[in-house]
């Protein structure tokens, strides 16, 4: 648990607006997520979701974990549906022909999937338009809800069913995970963050920023997959918590191009005790998690530069 | 009172649309679909209508934008064409599965490959089994009429499906011509505020898009073509409504001199317009033909259809898109579904005609008729004729 | 006799077979899936809430005495309350023991 008052767990709401009986995984931390931003956005909200294990995990016919009004479309298209409901409640509000005159959030939630590969295009369009919505990406590092396929938000040597390591191939995914952080922050969009269900009131209080901020707002959320990662369910907590402590997922905002840390440690571990519990990465020799240690190291310091060029502007 | 204007027909179509007071327009732009949505950004623009247009960065979107802005309760527009309605053809299917009422226009255009701009029904065909009413017009008039009327048949509880209204590109969206316009307060007696069934409401919370488990999929299909067959029914409501109000008719099945004929031209769109000629044509040289025009694509009229093939021979059928590899034209095939088994039905003819912006001329036609009547009498068994190809 | 769900004659179901019944998959029993329960020791629980706020399931709940309930008709044992206890006093136990 993150380093705040031991009690402050009964500070958060106790609302809930997803309900149980979803069929998620054992130990699931995307379902962990979304009940934390259910929680944080309360009654006034609409969910436009995206295909994936959130959307199917949630609407088995006949029965629905949502307690909010909820629509899914198709896959790759979160973002323009919201944007659509965005637009729609908008102007039915000013014509005087919606039920509700209150200010209702929009929310539109995919996987990395749906949000970094097949849904980028109307990702990026939703952002660009300006439209008044949280967009949540839940990052479970590949297609989870198909069996484990590599996505681009999969990691560095991690092995899946389409990145597996192999004889002739023994690293798994070639490839860096995409930063689409950057790209949305490239959007000069008012409000974009990572956040971590690890981290459970950084999480909430950056929804909250994220609903009260004018405009669009893109949160990046780390959700460890037990069943995808091959860890114990139990550890999918405290994975996403040794994920930010040894810099593979520092958690940070962007606000208005400013950055800034949320979550800041004194100390930080070797990426191996991240990389240890996962059977994904039990393949990697030594010289494979030294190449992952650089690349964190170099991405982090990237992040830092950034962070300290926004607190230079605000000085 | 109503007003004669002499105007583009993709304008008419914006400013029939801006009459049915829509409360959001979301589009990606397309040859030659352009005019219509310019026109009506522009007409959001001006204050002339209060809605949101939301210029999206693909139809795919457009079409998804469609289904949040119609879920959340909005009366929705949107338009296309081709490559177009290629791109939303994911969407297309869900949109009728979710009951929404969302009213496009078609501006028709050929498929790429080879790219082409130019005007045939490949793009419409090609969605044929979307779950779309689909309606053919034929001139700026019809396109005017049949998209106020569109909106009040989706918008019918006893409906709630998606319409297209189908328009040949450039032929007929491009060219200017007189139309009828109908006064705001006409529209409002005919057309009310739209009233949706359902909508994404945080006070009274719905879940729509849910898995559809083995368990109830074939009902949820079943459903969906009994309201869509049901649908018929409401068009014909409409269009007697319509033609009550402002004494202009339409029919789900339109024929042209075709009292008595043995052998009938069948077409679709504005093509229809020369085939008359022909007709005429052809009638003064003593010949019993005549012209029988599909206006509902979907739901297929069959029985409207076979109510009007009395004395009819031959049925010579012209279709505006190739199904590869199949049996005949797609519409040649519904035709001939609908009426085998039927006794005394005509001996039907294929012919596939006017392809990426070919003209079909008045002789084409008469070809057609005679062509037709010379395989009807050997009864000669083909799939489909291409007519002005070069072989 | 309400239908179920898979009984119903296609004109039986709601509008696009939406679900308006928010919430509803509480009806299901995820609990069947556990193989293994969390067990509390409640002299040593400190009523802090960690548990309750880490749960994927919304299955610990409130007890009046203000220390934390398992919903076992919803929890699917995956152990990350006693993995995040402060204390341990959340223990994981095979099923049926």
Redesign the interface.
Known sequence: MENLNVYAAKMAPQQEFLAGGHRACQGCAELLAARLVAKTLGHDYIIANATGCLEIVTSSYPHSAWEVPWIHVAFENAAAVASGVEAAVKILQKKGKYPVDRKITILAQAGDGGTVDIGLQALSGALERGHDMIYICYDNEAYMNTGVQRSSSTPYGATTTTSPAGAADPLGQHTMKKNIVEIAAAHNIPYVATASPSYPFDLMEKVKKASETPGPAYIHCFVPCPTGWRMAPNLAVSIGRIAAESKVFPLYEVVNGEYRMTVTHKKHRPVIDYLKPQGRFRHLNEDNIAEIQQQVDKSYERLLKKVKMSSTELD | MAKRVGIEVSLAISEAVKLAKV??V?AYPITPQTHIVEHLSELVAEGEL???F?????E??AM???????????R?YTATSSQGLALMN??LF?IP????PVVMTIANRALSGPISIWNDHSDIMSVRDTGWIAIFVENGQEAFDLTLQSFKIAEDHRV?LPISVNLDGFTLSHVIEPHEFLDQDEVDRFLP?YKP?????????????????P??Y???K??QD?VLKGSIKVVKEVFAEFAEMFGREYKVVETYRAEGAETLLMTMGSVSETAMEAIDKMQEAGRKVGLIRLRLWRPFPADDLRAEMGSVKTLAVIDRAVSFGGAGGPVAGEVRSALYNVDDSPYIASFIAGLGGRDITVDDFIEMVDQAEAMAKVNEIHEYKMIGVRE | MTKKYNEKAWHEYELGFMVSRPGCSAEYRTGDWRSQQPQTNKEKCIKCGVCYLVCPEGAIVLAADGTYDFDLEHCKGCGICATECWTGCISMVEEGE
Request: aromatic share 0%; net charge negative.
């Open positions: 409360d959001a979301a209060d809605a949101a939301i210029p999206v960065e693909s795919h979107s998804s934008v469609c289904a949040g802005t119609s879920a959340a309760g909005a929705t994911e969407i869900i599965a979710l009951r929404l709630l505020e069934a359902v909508q994404l409401n945080p006070d009274d919370p719905v879940s729509m898009g849910t898995v559809g488990v368990e109830i074939a009902e949820a079943k459903c009994e």
